[in-house]
């Protein structure tokens, strides 16, 4: 089952926050996040592993509610480098492959 | 060379063609997997080996058809592909059973099938 991501697309002037959000129909065990940049590779950005585990990557930090199925990725004081697609992967209880999201596009202008 | 290298960076081949992709890690990890991105799609999982066994495969067509020789070292063999088939294909890589570690992306072959 496909992780459902919100929004499909943000547009953000430099130095405003966005909030990205992944959510489960399953029980997840954890969730990853990655940025890909037009014509490259997707990059990990950071994985969370329990229920309300957060952690934090310069200025872009995630969170995890197991009880909700959900994920949300936080990025604050948004710089134009962060312009890209994010994608969540989910693994779900007892399994073992990521399945990702459809992707939300975010573009930073100055 | 470090991190996961695909080649080639791009690929066009005709219906009748037989082509294959490689890719290839120097992380150490024990699972490889084949992803293909087809534009405004979510990342779709092809195959997945784990300790250089297949345990997963998705549904792919038989045109596809993977290999893992060894741990670092994966392809993907191509035959009579459709149109349809053009994507973005993308290996990764990651070690499985430690608790959670995230994939490393390669930067993909951008395949055409004419």
């Known amino acids: 089952q496909q992780p459902v991501q919100s929004p499909q697309a943000v547009i953000l002037r430099e130095g405003e926050d966005a909030v990205i959000n992944c959510s489960s129909s399953k029980a997840l065990y954890s969730v990853h996040w990655y940025r890909q940049k037009h014509g490259e590779a997707p990059v990990f950005l950071m994985i969370l592993l329990k229920g309300g585990e957060q952690k934090g990557h310069e200025k872009i930090s995630a969170s995890f509610n197991e009880k909700k199925q959900q994920s949300s990725l936080y990025l604050t004081a948004s710089q134009l480098s962060y312009s890209g697609t994010y994608f969540c992967g989910t693994v779900r209880t007892g399994g073992f492959k990521t399945i990702f999201g459809a992707g939300t596009r975010l573009f930073v202008k100055a | 060379e470090t991190g996961v290298t695909q080649t080639p960076r791009h690929l066009v081949m005709g219906m009748t063609n037989k082509k294959s992709l490689k890719c290839e890690q120097h992380l150490g990890h024990n699972a490889m997997y084949w992803y293909k991105q087809s534009a405004k799609k979510p990342l779709e999982l092809m195959f997945v080996y784990s300790l250089e066994e297949r345990v997963e495969n998705n549904s792919v067509p038989s045109r596809f058809s993977p290999e893992c020789p060894n741990s670092s070292h994966l392809f993907l063999h191509l035959h009579t592909l459709q149109p349809e088939d053009s994507a973005l294909y993308l290996c990764?890589?990651?070690?499985?059973?430690?608790?959670?570690?995230?994939?490393?992306f390669g930067s993909g072959t951008r395949l055409t099938v004419v």
């Open positions: 990764a890589s990651s070690q499985e059973g430690t608790g959670g570690y995230g994939y490393t």
